[in-house]
């Protein structure tokens, strides 16, 4: 147990480093310790042994750095702010960019999520592939959670809509 332990630390650790070189070339921020303990928890959960846990950590971290990439790629128009401060409506041009991006973006997610099923099947049974996409769920869910406690009290969070209160302009009756 203790091996597999330092092994893991040893992977991540130098994991982190190449990750955080690649950032600093780049320019960005590095992605921290949150992948690594994400990475670290997954290969605890699924109870894999030293060889299949590397095989897996790279293969994973690929997965994460591809996605990562995708909704970069895929960004959507935000609403700016006005002189008076308030958030500008977007065009019909915009919004349907948007809506192409969002198609876009989640053609991208899926064939990647087909691509790396493949990779998987690879290392991971069936059972254990299930078992990380239940996780990568609830990982999801409780970042959403967290992001949602940081938030002031009565504001919203990105596409929710207050309550009582339609989005959808009021239908225009046919003469």
């Given at each position: 147990m203790k091996t597999r332990l330092f092994t893991l630390l040893m992977l991540a650790l130098s994991l982190t480093a190449t990750v955080s070189a690649e950032n600093q070339k780049k320019g960005q921020r590095p992605q921290g310790m949150h992948q690594v303990s994400m990475t670290e928890r997954i290969v605890d959960e699924l109870d894999l042994d030293d060889a299949t846990a590397a095989r897996f950590t790279t293969v994973y971290n690929q997965y994460v750095s591809e996605m990562h990439a995708a909704y970069k790629q895929h960004a959507m128009?935000?609403?700016?702010?006005?002189?008076?401060?308030?958030?500008?409506?977007?065009?019909?041009?915009?919004?349907?960019?948007?809506?192409?991006?969002?198609?876009?973006?989640?053609?991208?997610?899926?064939?990647?999520?087909?691509?790396?099923?493949?990779?998987?099947?690879?290392?991971l049974t069936p059972r254990q592939i299930e078992h990380l996409s239940k996780l990568e769920k609830k990982q999801a869910t409780d970042v959403h959670k967290k992001w949602g406690e940081h938030q002031k009290p009565g504001q919203m969070r990105p596409g929710q809509r207050p309550m009582g209160k339609s989005v959808m302009p009021p239908r225009q009756e046919k003469k």
């Open positions: 128009i935000r609403p700016q702010k006005g002189d008076d401060g308030k958030k500008k409506r977007l065009t019909d041009e915009q919004i349907k960019h948007n809506l192409e991006e969002q198609l876009a973006l989640s053609q991208a997610t899926l064939d990647l999520r087909k691509k790396y099923y493949k990779e998987y099947l690879k290392i």
